[in-house]
């Protein structure tokens, strides 16, 4: 419903979007975007209200926004509230010697006023998210009234593994710098590095369960993450994650890192893109959702990876380790699936997650070694069809058609069937025959 519709055509228009949750726009009804946004930061605490800018305010912006909210800030007055989030870029500062909208908001109807002084950005999650870059404002403030404003954080709510984080600080580490930054610590070797080595790092977003480890340079020692750890509580290292700026892959270094703390460690696959604190234009919002994605040489997205977070154990003696898929994402509709990282084509068949593509096998079976160790690549999404020194069921053919039919044309562009077991002459017609109608490269 609308709250408030001024008469100037111009102006802003306030709807409610749920309890306490109110939506500043332009026309008649808000954005698909803004009501997303709503959607992500429902429902609000007792006490507390939400205010979603999403209309562009020029230069009087902070009075204008103002006068076009004072209806719905008397009733959430009115209402007890206390404290009073404004997810607006540019909240929290003032600008040509006039207060910010979020000071006018606090000393004009008595409320405690959450803002961003930089960019104001909603993550998947529904954390809040304002970039705090090197040589540039931003993070969130907390304004009341009559007392000096204080920064919180660069993101709202603060997760548990922050405090842990920052007293870590700044630091050297064996030629290495150690920062902290929003989404956990970034480690790149000391001296010249590029620009995005220093800013981008502070512009991915945090998650709230867990701090990431991002590893800003290719060259970065296992022995370097481990003295890193190691300083760190146990439950923040049990949660943490290897996260590569480039996308390189992790697997051997989690495995170097899980030797060395004798622990297991998780490992991103693919390099984080999006959440580079951009909004959409004419908006004072925007979204921080980010994607784990391969990437080119020169950071260009290719394909989003079906496992999304790999867990590299501790060798075991007389054993041969892989990595565990922990985190993934199914390549059609998860209503056929096993478990989270399994889809059910059919009852003699099934498709597995692995850390470089999928594995296509008998339902009763688990997919061989040398799919689980095979290295993700940016150029090529494997697919393994089958099992060592075991024939080919006629029901993974038709498993395979329909797997590969499902396939995003950007992943079956890329794809590299590795065929195990034995391959008469019929199953190498139909490897052909398949790859000459997906166009598919095979291994057998």
Known sequence: MTEHAPDIASSPTVSRA????????????????????????????PGE??????????????????ACLAPSLDSIRDAHVRLLTLVMSAGAHGAGGQPSAARTICEGWGLDVLAAAGTALVTADGTLFSPDLPGASGGWWHFSPGADTRRVSSHLPVPEWE?????????????????????????????PAPVTAHTRPHTIPPER?????????????????????????????????LLSLDG????????????LLDRDVHVAVGAPVGGDGGTPHGASAGDATVELSMVDSRGRPLW??????????????GSVRSPRVTESRLPVAPHGSIAPDVLSLDKDCKVVVTPAGLWLGPRDAEPPVLAMVRPPAPESVAVDLGLPRR???????????????????????RVVVHAYGDLDARDR????????????SMVS
Request: charged fraction near 20%.
């Open 18 to 45: 749920g309890d306490h949750i109110y939506l500043v726009h332009t026309g008649e009804r808000p954005s698909q975007g803004l009501t997303e946004f709503a959607g992500r930061l429902s429902p609000v605490r």
């Open 49 to 66: 209200a939400v205010v979603v800018v999403g209309a562009p305010l020029h230069g009087d912006g902070s009075e204008a926004l103002c």
């Open 163 to 191: 405090p842990a984080v920052r007293r870590l600080g700044r630091q050297t580490v064996a030629g290495h710098m150690v920062e902290p930054v929003p989404a956990g610590l970034a480690v790149r070797p000391a001296g």
């Open 209 to 241: 369960d867990r701090p990431q480890l991002i590893l800003a340079s290719p060259q970065v020692p296992a022995a370097v993450l481990a003295v890193v750890m190691a300083a760190l509580p146990e439950p923040v290292r049990a949660a943490l994650r």
């Open 248 to 259: 390189q892959p992790l697997t051997r270094l989690g495995e170097e890192l899980a030797d």
């Open 304 to 317: 989003r990876p079906f496992a999304r977070t790999v867990v590299c154990s501790p060798a075991a003696t």
């Open 391 to 413: 024939p080919l069921a006629d029901c993974l053919w038709d498993g395979l058609e329909a797997l590969l039919e499902r396939l995003e044309p950007d992943v079956l562009a």
């Open 429 to 440: 017609e139909r490897l052909v025959e398949s790859s000459a109608r997906h166009r598919f």
